[in-house]
C-alpha cells in the first residue's frame, strides 16, 4: 500500500493516510484539477442542483421584497422577542465563515500540510457565507433604506453613530473580515486564474480569466511578492478570526439580559463558529470531492484531521455550556438561573435538546478512528453539527428575550413563512454562490499543491536538533 | 370608504353657527337650500359659497349616501397592512425595472390645504384650547375638559373645578373622541332605508301630530336613554303638556333600578345613596364594583385611594369585598369572600343577624336562607365584629347587579351603624328615568305587544341588540307602525325601524347634564356635526309645536333663570367654568320602614343552588356602545388583560372538573337560551358561577359587512341569555363543550411574579414594625457603575415620575389616556396575539398566592427613563439619548430600527412599530391625531416620554412669563387622568413636590434596581390592611 503513494517516503505510522493520493506530476494535476470548470455546464447532477440553488435564491429575493415592502411584521419578532430568525442566521452564517480563514490563515502559519487541499473551498465558503450572514443586519433593521446612518460618513447633521454600541462594531467587523478573507481568496487565487487563462479553450474565456490573473506571468518576482504578500494577509487574516466572532458575542455579551450577558461567550461563540465552520466544510466537501473526482487530493487524511478539529471544537462548545449553567447556578441570580432552567423546561425546550443533542454528542462519535474514517458518518455528524449550532444561536437569542426580568413581559415567538422562507433562501443563495464558484474557478488551490506534491517527492531531511553535549 | 369631504369645524364665538337651520318649509324633498340643514351637505369644495352636485342623492347626503352600512369594528381592527398583494409586488416590480431617473416624472396627488383667513377670536394658530363640557353615563355627568386644536377636538380631561370627578377621567370618557371620529357612524337620515331629509322627517312627524293631538297622544311613546338633563327634562314635559297620554320610558342595558327600589323598599321614597368612601374606615361591598374607572364612580376612587395609604389621615380603610367574579374591586380588598349573586340576600341577612348582636334595629329581618360555609360564617363574625366597632365611620355598598332586597337591607344596615348622615346621604335622584330596566320599559312592551301604539320614538342605545332574549324585541318593534330611532350607527335596532335618524355625538350638541350630586353643567358643543348628526334635544323639538328651534336658544332659555345677575356675562362664566352653581341637590334624612321591608324580606324565596350566570357590564365596552371604539377594544381588560374579546370566567376549580382550558369555546345554557362563549381560566373566580361581560358580538349580517378573513373574531353575543325577570344574574345553568377552540388575544401571558421581587406588596403592621423591610427596598444604588456618573445638578429640571401601587387600582384610564396623548396606534387582534401591541403603558398585573383566592397587585410599567439606561448604549445610531433633565429622548428621525434598544430594556417598555400602522387612515381618522405628537413611521422605536411635548409646551409659557415651571401647571396625561391619584410627575429639583416627597417615602423602591439602572419612576409599595381576625 506504501509503495502506491507519493509520499510514502515520509510516512509515519502516526502520521495517518497520506495528503495525495497516486503518482501525481504537474501535468495530471493540472488536467485533473481544473477539469471540473472545463466540464460542460449542463453536467447533470450540477444542473439539478443549480436549479434547486437557485430556486432557493429566487425565494430569498422574495422574502427579502416582501420584508421591505411591508415591513419586519412580516416575521414573527415582537416585543420582548425583538431579534428571532434573523440575527440566529446572522450569528450562524458568520459562524460558518470561521473554518476558512482559520484553514487558510491559521493552519498556513502553522505549516500544516493538509490544509492546501482544502483552503481555496473553504475560502470561498467564508466569503458566501458571510455574505448571507451580511444580509441580516440589513433586513433586521425597520428602516434598511436607514441604514447606511451606522456608517461614520461626514453627515452635515453631524451626527456620528454610537461607538459605544456593539453593533457598530459588528459593521466594522464583519465588513474588514470580508474585506481580507476576499482579497485572501482572490490573492492565493491568482495563480490558478493564469493557469485557468493559459489553458483556455475559447477567446473569450481567455481574455476574462487574463483579467482576473492580473497579468501573472508565474516569473521568480512574482513568486516571491506573491509569497509575502500570501503570508502578511495570513498574519492579517489571523486575528480576525478570534476577533469577529469574539465581536459578535459582544452584541450579547455588553447587554444586561440574562442568558445574553456573560464573559464566556467571545471564547465560548469563537469556538462554536469553528466547530459549525467545519462542519459546513465537511458537508460540501464530502460530496463535491466525490462528484468532482478530488479524492486523490482531499484524501481521507484531510477528512480525519477535520473531524478530529470538530471534535476539539465540540468539546470545547460543550465546555462552554457546562460553564454557563454552573455560574448561572453558582451565581446565585434568579434572573440567570431562571433563564437556565428555562430553556431545559420551557416552551423551547425541544430546540434545546436538539442542541445538546447535536453540539455535545453528536461529535463523540469522533473519538473512535472508525467513525473518523466513515465517510457516510461524518457527512451525517456535520449536518448534525449545523443544525446543532443554528439551534444554538436561536437558544441562545429567543430563549432569552422571551423571558427575561418582569414576567408581565414574557412572550412567546413563532416564525412566520417569511421567516423560513429567508433562513432557507440563504442557504439556496450560499449554494448557488458555491455551485458557481465550483464552475468557474478550480476548488483545490492547483499551484499550491503542485507545490505540496514536490515537497512531497523531495522531502526536506528532518532537522536532527542536537542536545548538549 | 374614506370620506373626501366632511365639514369643516366651526370656530368662533358664535358657536350657534354650526347648525345652520332651515328657514322656510317645504313640502316634498327637493333640493332646495332649506335641506341643507341637518341634512346635510356642508360647504364647498370647488367654488366659494357654492356647491355643486351630481345627483339628488349626493345633494341631499354628500357623500354619506353609499350602500353600505357601518362596519361591525372598529378601523384598525383588522385592517392592518397584512400580507403582500400580487399587484404590489408586481408594481414594485414593474416599478424597477421602469426604474430611477424618472422619478421627477411623478404626479404627486392634490391635497388642498385650507387657511384661515379670518382669525376667529381667541385662536392662535399652534396653541389649543380648552373647552368645558360634561360626558353622561347612565345619565350621570361628569365635568371635562376637551383640548380643540384650531376647532378640532383631540383631548378629553376631566375638568378640575367639577366637584364630582375633579379633574380625572375613567376609560370610555378618555376614548370618547375615538367614537366621535369614527368613520363609521351613520350619515344618513333615512325612511325604510332611503335617505331623506330632516325636513321631510319633521313633515311627517307634523302629519302625524294632528292625530296625536286627537287623542292625546295615547298611541305615542318614547323609549329613553337614561338622561338627567334639565333640558330634556323640560321638553318631556313640554311634549307630555301637547300630548297627555304620550309615555315616556327609560331603557338600559345596564339599569340602575335596583338602587332605586331598594331605597324605596327600605325608606319608602325613591333616593340616590351618595357615598362618602373618604370617611369610612371599614368598607364593604356586596359586588358593588366601585373602584372600576366609570363614569359615575370616579369621585369614589379619588376618596378611596385617599385613605389607602399608611399616612392616611384617619389611617387606613379597610376593603371587603362579598363577589362571584373577581373584579377591580375585589383586586383592591382586604378580605374577599367568594359569594354567589344568588345567595347575596342570605348573605346581608347573615350580616344583619349577627350584627344584631350588638348593634340595635337589625333584629327580625328574618333568617339567613340556605346552609351558610363555614368560610362565611367566620368572614361575617369578623366582619360584623369590625363594622360594630368602627359605627358611623364604616359603611355598606350593594352593587347594581344585586337584587332590591339587598340594597334595601344595606340601607338598614348603615342606618342601624348609624353611617347615614356620615359616610353615606341619600338625595333625591338627578336622573330623570329611574325605571329604565324592567319596569321602565314593561308596560311599552305590553302596549306594543297589544298593538296600542302607532309612533314609537327610540333614543335609548341599540334596545334591540340589549334586550333580553324573552322579550323579542326586534319582531315586536317590525309590528309596530311607525318607529323612530336616533342612534350613532345604522345598527341592529336601526334595521328593524321605519325612519333612522343618524344621533350627533355628545361633542357635536349643546345640552346639559346632572352629575350624581346633582351639579348641572352645561354641555358645549366642540365640533359641528361631523355626518350631520341630530341631537335629542333637536328630535324631541320635532314633536313640539311651533317653529323648530336651535337647541341653543333652548338650553339658554331654559337656564335664563338660574342667572343672578346678568345672565348672558354669568352663562359665559357658566360655560367657562364647566359647571352651573346652585345644582347641588340637599340631603334628605330618611328612616327605614322597617315593617315594611320585613314584609318584603319575607317574600325571598330560597335561591336555587348549583350553577350560576353572571352577566356584568363590560369593563371596556359597558354594554356593547363602544364596540366600534377601536382603542376601548384593543384596550386590554384591567383583570384578563384580553382585547377584543369576551369569555366566560370560570373558576379554577371548575375548570378542572370540567377539563376546561382558556380558549375552548363552551356552551352556555340558561332554560331554554343559550350561548357560546370561549371560557377562559380566572384565578378568584367563583366555581358556582361563570362571569360573561355583555356588549360583545354584535352580529355581522345586520351590519351588512362580513369579515371573510377573519369570521369569528368578534367577540360573542350574551345577551341572548338574558331574562326580563333578572338581567344579571340566573341559576341553573349549564355548561357544554363544543370541543372546538377559539383564539384569544391576550397582552399578558405569565401571572405570577415568579418569588421576584417585582410588585412589592405588605401588609400594614408589617409595614409598622419594619418599615426598611422587604430587604430588598434600596434607598440608594450602592453598586458602581462603568458608565459616566451625571448629578444633574446644573439643570433647572430634574424630571421624575413616582407611582403609588397603593392607589393603583389598575382601571386602565392612564393606558387610554396616554394613547389618545401620544397617537399610538390601534395593532389589531392579530396583532396583539403576535405581541406587538404599542400601548406605552402595561398594567403589569400579578396574582399571588392560591390561584383559587388569589390576591391581585397591578403595576403600570412605563420607560422607567433611567440614568444609566441600557437602551441607550447599544443603539448604533444614537436614536436614544439622555436629555439634560433626565429624560431617555427617542429620536425617531434617527431610528433604524435594530430593537436592540428594547431587548436591552429590562423592564421591556419599548413597543416597536413592525408595520405602518398609521397608514391607510381616513381623514375623519386623522383629525383624531395630537399634532404635538409626531405620528411614528414603520420600523421606528417609540416609548413613554413623559409627555415631553407638555413638557416644552409649559417651558415656553413658563419662560415667557420668565419662571420656573409650576408642580400644578404640569402634568402627564397619565397622571392628569389617574382617578386615584396613583401617579405624580415633577422635578425633583423641588423638594417639596409630590414626587420629591414620594421619592423620599419610606415605601419607595426601585424596580430591578440590582442592574443599577437608576430608574427615575419609582415605585411605593402597595400596602395591605387585613383584620387581624381573618388572618
Same mark, same amino acid.
Given at each position: ?26 501535468? &495530471?494535476? +493540472? ?5 471540473? /470548470? %472545463? ?5 447533470? =447532477? $450540477?444542473?439539478?442542483?443549480? #436549479? ?12 427579502? &421584497?416582501? +420584508? ?5 411584521? /412580516? %416575521? ?5 422577542? =425583538? $431579534?428571532?430568525?434573523?440575527? #440566529? ?381 | ?1031
Amino acid at each position: 500500500m506504501a509503495a502506491e503513494h507519493a509520499g510514502a517516503a515520509t510516512a509515519d505510522a502516526l502520521d495517518g493516510p497520506p495528503l495525495l493520493l497516486g503518482k501525481q506530476d504537474n501535468t &495530471t494535476l +493540472t488536467g485533473n484539477l481544473l477539469a471540473h /470548470v %472545463w466540464a460542460r455546464p449542463d453536467t447533470r =447532477g $450540477w444542473l439539478l442542483a443549480f #436549479t434547486i440553488a437557485g430556486f432557493g435564491s429566487a425565494m430569498l429575493l422574495l422574502a427579502i &421584497t416582501v +420584508t421591505i415592502a411591508t415591513g419586519i411584521g /412580516v %416575521w414573527g419578532n415582537n416585543i420582548p422577542v =425583538g $431579534w428571532a430568525f434573523d440575527i #440566529t442566521n446572522f450569528v450562524w452564517w458568520i459562524g460558518i465563515g470561521h473554518a476558512g480563514t482559520l484553514i487558510s490563515a491559521i493552519l498556513f502559519l502553522f505549516q500544516q500540510r493538509w490544509r492546501t487541499a482544502i483552503n481555496r473551498f473553504s475560502e470561498a465558503m467564508t466569503i458566501f457565507a458571510v455574505m448571507c450572514a451580511g444580509l441580516f443586519p440589513l433586513l433586521h433593521t425597520g428602516r434598511p433604506w436607514f441604514a447606511y446612518f451606522m456608517f461614520p460618513y461626514p453627515s452635515t447633521l453631524e451626527m456620528w453613530p454610537q461607538f459605544k454600541s456593539p453593533l457598530i462594531w459588528d459593521v466594522f467587523a464583519v465588513s474588514t473580515y470580508f474585506t481580507v478573507s476576499l482579497l485572501f481568496w482572490y490573492l492565493g487565487l491568482i495563480p490558478d486564474l493564469a493557469a485557468l487563462r493559459d489553458a483556455s479553450k475559447s477567446k473569450v474565456q481567455q481574455k476574462i480569466y487574463g483579467i482576473f490573473a492580473l497579468g501573472w506571468r508565474g516569473s521568480g518576482r512574482h513568486w516571491h511578492n506573491y509569497k509575502v504578500g500570501y503570508l502578511l494577509l495570513a498574519g492579517l487574516s489571523t486575528p480576525l478570526v478570534v476577533s469577529v466572532h469574539t465581536i459578535v458575542s459582544f452584541d450579547f455579551a455588553v447587554s444586561v439580559l440574562p442568558g445574553w450577558h456573560t464573559t464566556i461567550f467571545p471564547p465560548y461563540f469563537v469556538a462554536g463558529a469553528v466547530f459549525s465552520g467545519f462542519a459546513m466544510v465537511m458537508s460540501w466537501m464530502v460530496p463535491a470531492r466525490h462528484f468532482l473526482g478530488l479524492k486523490h487530493v482531499i484524501t481521507e487524511r484531510h477528512l480525519e484531521n477535520m473531524n478530529k478539529i470538530i471534535l476539539a471544537t465540540g468539546m470545547l462548545v460543550s465546555y462552554g455550556y457546562l460553564m454557563e449553567h454552573f455560574i448561572a447556578w453558582y451565581s446565585g441570580n434568579q434572573f440567570e438561573w431562571f433563564v437556565f432552567y428555562n430553556r431545559a423546561t420551557g416552551p423551547y425546550r425541544g430546540v434545546y435538546y436538539l442542541m445538546l443533542f447535536c453540539n455535545v454528542l453528536t461529535p463523540q462519535v469522533f473519538w473512535f478512528k472508525w467513525a473518523r474514517n466513515s465517510i457516510p458518518l461524518m457527512f451525517v455528524v456535520s449536518i448534525l453539527v449545523n443544525i446543532g449550532m443554528w439551534c444554538e444561536r436561536f437558544v441562545i437569542i429567543v430563549t432569552s428575550l422571551h423571558r427575561d426580568f418582569l414576567p408581565a413581559a414574557w412572550d412567546m415567538y413563532y416564525p412566520t413563512w417569511v421567516d423560513i422562507t429567508l433562513f432557507l433562501g440563504t442557504i439556496g443563495f450560499f449554494s448557488t454562490l458555491f455551485l458557481l464558484f465550483l464552475k468557474f474557478i478550480p476548488a483545490v488551490a492547483v499551484s499550491e499543491v503542485k507545490e505540496l506534491n514536490e515537497e512531497l517527492q523531495h522531502p526536506t531531511p528532518p532537522v536532527t536538533v542536537v542536545t548538549g553535549a | 370608504m374614506t370620506p373626501t369631504r366632511f365639514p369643516l369645524p366651526v370656530l368662533g364665538s358664535e358657536p350657534s353657527a354650526a347648525l345652520a337651520e332651515p328657514s322656510a318649509p317645504a313640502l316634498v324633498d327637493l333640493p332646495d337650500e332649506a335641506s341643507f340643514a341637518p341634512g346635510r351637505v356642508v360647504g364647498s369644495e370647488h367654488g366659494y359659497d357654492r356647491t355643486y352636485w351630481r345627483s339628488v342623492e349626493e345633494q341631499l347626503h354628500g357623500d354619506a349616501a353609499l350602500p353600505d352600512r357601518d362596519r361591525e369594528f372598529p378601523l384598525g381592527a383588522f385592517d392592518v397592512p397584512k400580507g403582500f398583494a400580487r399587484r404590489d409586488f408586481l408594481q414594485l416590480m414593474g416599478a424597477s425595472v421602469a426604474l430611477a431617473g424618472l422619478t421627477a416624472c411623478t404626479e404627486k396627488p392634490v391635497e388642498r390645504i385650507l387657511a384661515y383667513t379670518k382669525t376667529p377670536n381667541g385662536v392662535t394658530p399652534g396653541n389649543p384650547l380648552h373647552y368645558a363640557t360634561a360626558i353622561s353615563r347612565d345619565g350621570l355627568a361628569i365635568g371635562v375638559l376637551v383640548t380643540s386644536w384650531e376647532g378640532r377636538p383631540v383631548k378629553v380631561e376631566g375638568n378640575p373645578t367639577h366637584p364630582l370627578n375633579r379633574g380625572s377621567t375613567g376609560p370610555q370618557d378618555q376614548a370618547e373622541l375615538a367614537t366621535l371620529y369614527n368613520p363609521y357612524r351613520a350619515r344618513v337620515l333615512k325612511e325604510r332605508g332611503a335617505g331623506r331629509s330632516w325636513r321631510s322627517f319633521r313633515e311627517s312627524v307634523r302629519q302625524r301630530a294632528a292625530a296625536w293631538a286627537a287623542d292625546g297622544g295615547a298611541r305615542l311613546r318614547f323609549l329613553c336613554e337614561p338622561s338627567s338633563s334639565p333640558l330634556l327634562g323640560s321638553m318631556r314635559a313640554a311634549i307630555q303638556q301637547r300630548f297627555p297620554q304620550a309615555r315616556f320610558h327609560g331603557w338600559s342595558a345596564t339599569p340602575r333600578d335596583t338602587v332605586y327600589e331598594g331605597t324605596r323598599l327600605a325608606f319608602g321614597q325613591t333616593l340616590e345613596p351618595q357615598y362618602a368612601v373618604e370617611k369610612a374606615d371599614v368598607i364593604l361591598s356586596l359586588d358593588a364594583d366601585f373602584l372600576e374607572a366609570r363614569t359615575t364612580t370616579l369621585d369614589q376612587n379619588q376618596a378611596f385611594a385617599g385613605r389607602r395609604v399608611p399616612e392616611a389621615r384617619g389611617g387606613m380603610n379597610r376593603l371587603y369585598v362579598v363577589e362571584p367574579r373577581f373584579s377591580i374591586t375585589g383586586a383592591m380588598a382586604d378580605h374577599r369572600l367568594k359569594h354567589r349573586s344568588a345567595d347575596m340576600e342570605g348573605f346581608v341577612l347573615a350580616l344583619a343577624a349577627e350584627l344584631g348582636k350588638t348593634v340595635a334595629g337589625l333584629g327580625g329581618y328574618g333568617t339567613p336562607v340556605g346552609t351558610p360555609s363555614a368560610e362565611r360564617s367566620k368572614f361575617i363574625a369578623a366582619l360584623a365584629k369590625d363594622l360594630s366597632a368602627k359605627r358611623g365611620a364604616c359603611l355598606v355598598m350593594a352593587g347594581e347587579r344585586q337584587s332590591a332586597a339587598t340594597h334595601a337591607m344595606v340601607h338598614a344596615i348603615n342606618a342601624a351603624l348609624g353611617n347615614v348622615g356620615n359616610t353615606v346621604t341619600y338625595t333625591p335622584p338627578a336622573v330623570l328615568d329611574t325605571a329604565t330596566g324592567r319596569a321602565g320599559w314593561q308596560p311599552l312592551i305590553d302596549d306594543l305587544r297589544a298593538g296600542k301604539v302607532d309612533t314609537l320614538v327610540v333614543t335609548a342605545w341599540n334596545p334591540v341588540f340589549t334586550a333580553p332574549a324573552d322579550i323579542e324585541l326586534g319582531a315586536v318593534l317590525k309590528k309596530v307602525p311607525n318607529v323612530i330611532y336616533l342612534g350613532p350607527h345604522d345598527d341592529e335596532t336601526g334595521a328593524v325601524v321605519n325612519w333612522f335618524l343618524p344621533a350627533a355625538h355628545p361633542f357635536e350638541t349643546w345640552g346639559d347634564a346632572r352629575s350624581r350630586d346633582g351639579t348641572v353643567s352645561i354641555v358645549q358643543p366642540l365640533i359641528q356635526p361631523l355626518f350631520g348628526g341630530i341631537s335629542e334635544v333637536e328630535l324631541l323639538g320635532s314633536f313640539l309645536d311651533g317653529e323648530e328651534r336651535k337647541p341653543y336658544d333652548r338650553l339658554r332659555e331654559l337656564h335664563r333663570s338660574k342667572a343672578t345677575g346678568d345672565f348672558d356675562t354669568e352663562w359665559e362664566s357658566w360655560l367657562a367654568a364647566g359647571v352651573v352653581p346652585g345644582g347641588t341637590l340637599a340631603a334628605v334624612v330618611p328612616f327605614v320602614q322597617s315593617d315594611a321591608l320585613k314584609t318584603a324580606l319575607a317574600r325571598l324565596r330560597t335561591p336555587e343552588p348549583g350553577l350560576e350566570l353572571d352577566l356584568v357590564a363590560d369593563y371596556k365596552l359597558i354594554d356593547g356602545r363602544y364596540a366600534l371604539n377601536s382603542w376601548l377594544q384593543e384596550l386590554p381588560d384591567p383583570i384578563t388583560k384580553l382585547t377584543w374579546d369576551n369569555v366566560a370566567q370560570i373558576g379554577v376549580g371548575l375548570a378542572k372538573q370540567l377539563e376546561v382550558e382558556s380558549g375552548d369555546l363552551l356552551k352556555l345554557t340558561v332554560g331554554n337560551r343559550s350561548a357560546i362563549v370561549p371560557a377562559w381560566v380566572q384565578p378568584g373566580q367563583l366555581d358556582e358561577a361563570v362571569t360573561v361581560s355583555i356588549g360583545y358580538g354584535r352580529k355581522q349580517e345586520t351590519l351588512g359587512v362580513i369579515w371573510a378573513d377573519e369570521p369569528t373574531m368578534v367577540g360573542h353575543d350574551v345577551y341572548p341569555l338574558r331574562s326580563a325577570a333578572n338581567p344579571w344574574f340566573a341559576t341553573g345553568l349549564k355548561i357544554e363543550k363544543t370541543g372546538k377552540d377559539y383564539t384569544l388575544s391576550y397582552t399578558q401571558v405569565h401571572n405570577t411574579q415568579d418569588g421576584r421581587a417585582v410588585a412589592l406588596m405588605q401588609d400594614l403592621e408589617e409595614y409598622r414594625q419594619h418599615p426598611e423591610a422587604p430587604e430588598y427596598r434600596p434607598k440608594t444604588n450602592p453598586l458602581p457603575s462603568v458608565q459616566p456618573l451625571i448629578e444633574y445638578k446644573d439643570q433647572q429640571y430634574k424630571w421624575a415620575m413616582a407611582v403609588d401601587m397603593s392607589r393603583c387600582t389598575g382601571c386602565n384610564a392612564c393606558v387610554v389616556a396616554c394613547q389618545a396623548e401620544n397617537n399610538i396606534p390601534v395593532v389589531g387582534k392579530t396583532q396583539v396575539r403576535k405581541g406587538r401591541e404599542m400601548f406605552w403603558i402595561r398594567l403589569d398585573r400579578y396574582y399571588t398566592g392560591d390561584p383559587a383566592t388569589p390576591e391581585m397587585v397591578s403595576q403600570p410599567m412605563f420607560c422607567q427613563h433611567c440614568e444609566t439606561a441600557p437602551c441607550e448604549y447599544v443603539c448604533p445610531v444614537n436614536a436614544t439619548v439622555h436629555s439634560d433633565e433626565g429624560l431617555n429622548d427617542m429620536v425617531y428621525n434617527r431610528c433604524i430600527g435594530t430593537r436592540y434598544c428594547s431587548n436591552n430594556c429590562p423592564y421591556k417598555v419599548r413597543h416597536f412599530n413592525y408595520l405602518h400602522w398609521a397608514q391607510d387612515k381616513s381623514q375623519v381618522e386623522r383629525m383624531l391625531m395630537n399634532p404635538d405628537v409626531t405620528i411614528r413611521a414603520r420600523g421606528v422605536m417609540e416609548k413613554c416620554t413623559y409627555c415631553v411635548q407638555r413638557i416644552e409646551r409649559t417651558r415656553i409659557t413658563a419662560r415667557l412669563e420668565n419662571r420656573t415651571i409650576g408642580e400644578a401647571e404640569l402634568k402627564t396625561a397619565c397622571q392628569q387622568v389617574c382617578p386615584t391619584s396613583a401617579l405624580t410627575f415633577g422635578s425633583l429639583h423641588d423638594p417639596k413636590s409630590q414626587v420629591s416627597l414620594r421619592h423620599a417615602d419610606g415605601r419607595r423602591f426601585d424596580v430591578l434596581h440590582e442592574l443599577n439602572t437608576k430608574p427615575r419612576t419609582v415605585y411605593l409599595t402597595k400596602i395591605k390592611n387585613p383584620n387581624p381576625e381573618l388572618a
